[in-house]
Nanobody, 124 residues
């Protein structure tokens, strides 16, 4: 089982930036794709961005395309979500997840391990 820990959440202003990081432990022998999901109050957890093990494929929900960038460093076992041009609608708990099949797909059901989440609040 992979242990995931998110960091970098907090408060941001509309139009500002935040950078989320996720550190993975216990990935020996696994080639995980990684994803970021978010859950706003009273809503379901939704896909935000994903990246394949190789880093060659990335996926984004339409609402964050052009604003968010996912990247990974497999040597350091980290995945990062750079969030720019923040909007109040980005307010949510953000979760990092690992997909042992390596795809980093949009389907949350394909992810095997999840972090505890980090709160992001965007307000003026």
């Amino acid at each position: 089982q992979v242990q995931l820990g998110e960091s970098g959440g907090g408060g941001g202003q509309p139009g500002g930036s935040l950078r989320l990081s996720c550190a993975a432990a216990g990935r020996t022998g696994r080639n995980d794709g990684m994803g970021w999901f978010r859950q706003a109050p009273g809503k379901e957890r939704d896909f935000v961005a994903g990246i394949s093990w190789s880093g060659g494929r990335t996926y984004y929900v339409d609402s964050v395309k052009g604003r968010f960038t996912i990247s990974s460093d497999n040597a350091k076992n980290t995945v990062t979500l750079q969030m720019n041009s923040l909007k109040p609608a980005d307010t949510a708990v953000y979760y990092c997840a690992a997909d042992r099949l390596g795809s980093g797909s949009r389907d949350g059901g394909r992810y095997d391990d999840w972090g505890q989440g980090t709160q992001v609040t965007v307000s003026s």
